[in-house]
Nanobody, 122 residues
Framework: QVLLVESGGGLVQAGGSLRLSCAAS????????MAWFRQAPGKEREFVAAINNWSASSTSYADSVKGRFTISRDNAKNTVYLQMNSLKPEDTAVYSCAADLTFMRSQGYAYWGQGTQVAVSS
């Protein structure tokens, strides 16, 4: 059984930083591309960032977070991270990680976590 568990969310002031973690189990982690998505209240879920498998030689970011967020992975720990800097109130959302054998920006990922809440106050 594949399990993705996010952590690291919380309440932070605008301009602050958070680091989200997503621990994976039940899969050969290095084979999978990993991604972060977010869903704000009343809005559709949207792509945030993705990283390809094994060597993590490719990453992709939504324009809204480019230059502020960094996705990374530690294959030895079966964990993917999202470092979020210069946070804005509009970054407030539930952040979920996802895993798939295909590196993509769309929501067609096979496995999803439950999400962690991020709230940014102005």
């Amino acid at each position: 059984q594949v399990l993705l568990v996010e952590s690291g969310g919380g309440l932070v002031q605008a301009g602050g930083s958070l680091r989200l973690s997503c621990a994976a189990s039940g899969l050969t982690f290095g084979r999978y591309a990993m991604a972060w998505f977010r869903q704000a209240p009343g809005k559709e879920r949207e792509f945030v960032a993705a990283i390809n498998n094994w060597s993590a030689s490719s990453t992709s970011y939504a324009d809204s977070v480019k230059g502020r967020f960094t996705i990374s992975r530690d294959n030895a720990k079966n964990t993917v991270y999202l470092q979020m800097n210069s946070l804005k109130p509009e970054d407030t959302a539930v952040y979920s990680c996802a895993a798939d054998l295909t590196f993509m920006r769309s929501q067609g990922y096979a496995y999803w976590g439950q999400g962690t809440q991020v709230a940014v106050s102005s």
